[in-house]
């Protein structure tokens, strides 16, 4: 397996909205989803980050399992910027700063404390 691509995608109303999916960084061929909404299991509204990965390459057959290897500043740097996107994109469609989410962070803009 390989990163194609880091995608950002709204989740309202019940459903990943994959017509408004904005692709925050490629590495390969991406251009989109070929559906344009998908049920979502979780409730609520928000942005959530996805990998999109490409097809299986010789590693998987070697290791016997789908591997991918990720490189600090080609994925992992572009990835935690992606769910720092994310949080803004959510705290835009929800109008809240603190919305459950799975992850916990420090606010570094002033309007969230006054």
């Known amino acids: 397996m390989w990163v194609k691509a880091i995608v950002l995608i709204p989740r309202k109303g019940g459903y990943f909205h994959l017509d408004q999916a ?3 960084r490629k ?3 991406f251009n989109g989803f070929k559906v344009d909404k998908v049920k ?8 959530g980050v996805a990998l999109i990965l490409g097809a299986p390459t010789q590693i998987d057959g070697d290791f016997g399992e789908f591997t991918v290897f990720l490189d ?11 769910l720092d ?3 803004e994109m959510t ?3 929800t109008g809240k700063r603190a919305w459950g989410g799975k992850r916990p962070y420090a606010s ?7």
């Open 27 to 29: 590495f390969g061929y």
């Open 91 to 93: 705290e835009e469609i």
């Open 108 to 114: 570094g803009k002033l309007h969230h404390y006054m």
């Open 72 to 82: 600090w500043e080609l994925h992992i740097k572009p990835l935690l910027e992606a």
């Open 40 to 47: 979502a299991k979780r409730e609520g509204d928000g942005v």
């Open 22 to 24: 904005v692709i925050y």
């Open 85 to 87: 996107k994310s949080d």
